[in-house]
């Protein structure tokens, strides 16, 4: 079945860093938008980053432009996000979703937290 797992969250100290993992199994992954989304505490779910299928082009809120990065390996069925010079207000459980016409698929999520 479809899978998505998330890996890579945790505890960072403001201005650190972390590199967060999904690996999906269970469809084309080659073929399908992926990106990630976010939910801080007490706040509704925030897009964060987006790439294409080849990875032709990325896209990022602007919230994150400059401080995150989107990556995918289309052999190992893995994309990425790289997140640099952390915030305080970049803690949320951080989600992986795949995207192709009317299928949509998510992670269970993991949390990212940046404080001192």
């Known amino acids: 079945q479809v899978q998505l797992v998330e890996s890579g969250g945790g505890l960072a100290q403001p201005g650190g860093s972390l590199r967060l993992s999904c690996a999906a199994s269970g469809f084309t992954f080659s073929s399908y938008v992926m990106s990630w989304a976010r939910q801080a505490p007490g706040k509704g779910l925030e897009w964060v980053s987006g790439?294409?299928?080849?990875?032709?082009?990325?896209y990022y809120a602007d919230s994150v432009k400059g401080r995150f990065t989107i990556s995918r390996d289309n052999v190992k069925d893995t994309v990425f996000l790289q997140m640099n010079s952390l915030k305080p207000e970049d803690t949320a459980v951080y989600y992986c979703?795949?995207?192709?016409?009317?299928?949509?698929?998510w992670g269970q999520g993991t949390q990212v937290t940046v404080s001192s």
């Open positions: 979703n795949a995207l192709r016409e009317a299928h949509r698929y």
């Open positions: 790439i294409y299928s080849d990875g032709s082009d990325t």
